[in-house]
């Protein structure tokens, strides 16, 4: 395992952000963002589309440079020593760096060559990378012909040829099927157990709950909120029992008795806040019984990361990127129920 040498960081900070800043033109896309990601942990960058995720992945990877900000990434200075930066890290871009007209196993070399590898060495690691990621078979194949899955799967064996503390894995698994997420979590995953840390950028709110230690979520160019995934669910209101009938006239009748619920009508369904608890459920059970109703389904909404996200990242969330006056978002004015409007 490549990088399983250099553990040595273990509780000290991978990648940390003071004020970092970034505009094109009149347009600022990063408004002074601070994060602290410790060693050997993974951290998830959310957001919605053109919030800023990939210009800040490139940034912290040396590709663009900030306009302000004080960075540091493996311990160097991205201002004094981009160099060392570059050699600690390894980034896995949007959109594929895989050369679909040679092989995989060529795309790998081409790697080994860009790190200085020795021939033999470069063999070595290409060969079991390549077999690690489930692409030992397909090795001698045009990358071209690789499904989406597999060249996305080359694309990270190809970051970590240089056997890199960090990597930026900017989308890691967009496009992929369910099966290739979860073989991609596993990747990840064992990649983690090593002491490597991991910054990635994710639309998949189930990912982030899954991999992450802690999340941030961009908006407006600021993080509106950084935490663990329990952390950031802990700000959205609590969650709701839905009782859905399927006679309107009951319907209508419960709705009259649950004067507090949130009406539904399209799906004649109601909504009861209740934190979800057996406590609180019970209660509701009795209390339907009593005032004799009677739903054909009920279910307990607990908030999600989706809850999060919606309640974080507005709908003017792009035109909000470049203003620096708006505040921001107050998750506990923002209704939650705009997830399943939204859907
Ligand atoms: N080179 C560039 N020149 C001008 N504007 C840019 C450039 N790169 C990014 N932008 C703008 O910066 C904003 C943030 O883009 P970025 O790609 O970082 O968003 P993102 O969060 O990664 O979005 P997505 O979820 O769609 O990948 C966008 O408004 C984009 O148009
Ligand atoms: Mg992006």
Known sequence: MPTSKRNGLASSTAVSAVGLRKSYGDKTVLDGIDLRIPAGTVFALLGPNGAGKTTAVKILSTLVTADAGELRVGGYDLATDPQAVRAAIGVTGQFSAVDGLITGEENMLLMADLHHLSRREGRRVAAELLERFDLAEAAKKPAATYSGGMKR?????????????????????TGLDPRSRHNMWGV???LVSTGVTVFLTTQYLEEA????DRIAVLNGGRIAAEGTADQLKRLVPGGYVRLRFSDPVRY???AAVLREANRDDAALALRVPSDGSQREL???LDWLDSVGIEADELTVHTPDLDDVFFALTGPSADSAAGSTARPTANPATVPHQRKENDR
């Open 188 to 190: 990840i995953r064992g």
């Open 282 to 284: 019970r209660s509701i």
């Open 153 to 173: 799967r080359l694309d990270i064996a190809m970051t970590l040829v240089g056997g890199p503390r960090i990597i930026f894995l900017d989308e890691p698994t």
């Open 252 to 254: 209508q009748s419960a």
């Open 209 to 212: 709950d899954q991999l992450a």
